[in-house]
């Protein structure tokens, strides 16, 4: 085991030069397909919503890939081989997110709505205030989700160039947000939405591949994997049971509540997610849209079963220390598995190949999502912010994609610049992040605009502006920002794996995970901004439920 063990952690030159050339392969390929969906994009439901053309099942697979981020690639599968239990339950979290956004929002959404979020959110109120918060709240958690993926991307290039240079990683981040950029300024929603079913297709097939060569490896069975793995972690036991990451004695009561945060945002965080719910508009009908979920529960639940094997198995064939050696923060776990795997079933060449495709199918992951990411985020600001605010709705669907594309370009900047700050933390736990600012700000306003017929616009707006700024006010005063260090043993240094360095700490807020205070706040604002208000719009109420419930009326542009 040691002897393969050693080979796996040497990073070859042909392994970087096969990894390059699939890398080139895909992007070469979906650069293609993104010209050709660019000749199709002749008016802003093209750009937006893919012309509504896809049917429910390749939605689904979309969906899927646009779900199946970095964090869930990557970030998992880390978190699993260094937390063992802890891990899992990000796994779990992310799974469970898809019955809310099934049973809460997926057809009420596409029913109501027609390109954004705040279509919906503002159909039956005042459209000013609540489409520029609905727009600012979407950008904002868009920035959020794009940190993990660049950090993801800047992880990659660390093991597979062999290289710990910081200007390498940071380049590899800038090259990605280019790339990402030029789908969404070019190809829309349907040069997209293929890049993402591609991406998904290679991430089940490669996922798929290791998970059965690691069954095969332990006999298939899971007994044997999980007691290998916990031998190998150097926690014993422990590494299978809960409270070795979360809820530990030494974090107390701050650590139990940190973990039930935690929880809370994964669940209720997918259905807050701009990125997500424009997906649902880019099908023709209701049916589809629903039809739409069940094909990425499919495809999503699948693939959250394997990063159980990824995590485990890591965790038994590579070891805590030599994941930690290449990522602190266990980033690339899933490749280091890959490669020792190969290695020991096909020799160092089949470790090389093996770790080559997997390194691939990781790139095109970061490039596919950060490219949903970004087009929903700039199609937020053309729609809502300058063509419904701005213009008052008087302005030309060209020149509301040109919008688009402008802010395409300046919302990639403003996430490559931020992800070159945020490499030393953890991308699942990025994520987790955006799901918490997600579920605080845009989930109670979706939900009391879909189903308490006395919200009003003052409700939405302190909804809005009171989960997002609650959220990101505790962020930056928690230990994710400052004060969480790691004593030197040894002598060794003291180390952090908070935004700022050793010796700087303002965190007054003890969770990591804000969403136990801010989603709470969230709906609380927009009960009580509502109540303090007597605006009602009765008219407009029964007829934004019989749309929802029945999908009537929906194929008409929403007022702007």
Known sequence: MSSVLAQAQTVTGGQRGLTIVLFLAFVAATLFITIRASRNNATAADYYAGGRSFTGPQNGVAIGGDYMSAASFLGIAGIIALSGYDGFLYSIGFLVAWLVALLLVAELLRNSGKFTMADVLAFRMRQRPVRVAAGISTITVSIFYLLAQMVGAGALVSLLLGVDSQAAKNITIVAVGALMIFYVTVGGMKGTTWVQIIKAVLLMTGTTLVTVLVMVKFGGSVSALLGDAAANSGQGQRFLEPGLRFGTDAQGLAGKLDLISLGIALVLGTAGLPHILVRFYTVPDAKAARKSVLWAIGIIGSFYLMTICLGFGAAALVGPDAIKAQSPSGNTAALQLAQAIGTDFFGSTG??????????VAFATILAVVAGLTLASSVSFAHDIYASVLKRGEVKEGEEVRVARIAA??????AIVLSIFAQKLNVAFLVALAFAVAASGNL???LYSLFWKKFNTTGAVAAIYGGLGSAIVLVIFSPVVS???????GGAPATTTSLFPVGTDFSWFPLDNPGLVSIPFGFFCGWLGTVLSKEYNAEKYAEMEVRSLTGIGSEKAVQH
């Open 409 to 414: 370009f300046a919302i990639g900047a403003a």
């Open 483 to 489: 004060g969480k260090v790691t004593p030197g043993v």
């Open 444 to 446: 109670p306003a979706i």
């Open 351 to 360: 470790g090389t190949v093996l770790l080559a495709i997997i390194a691939a």
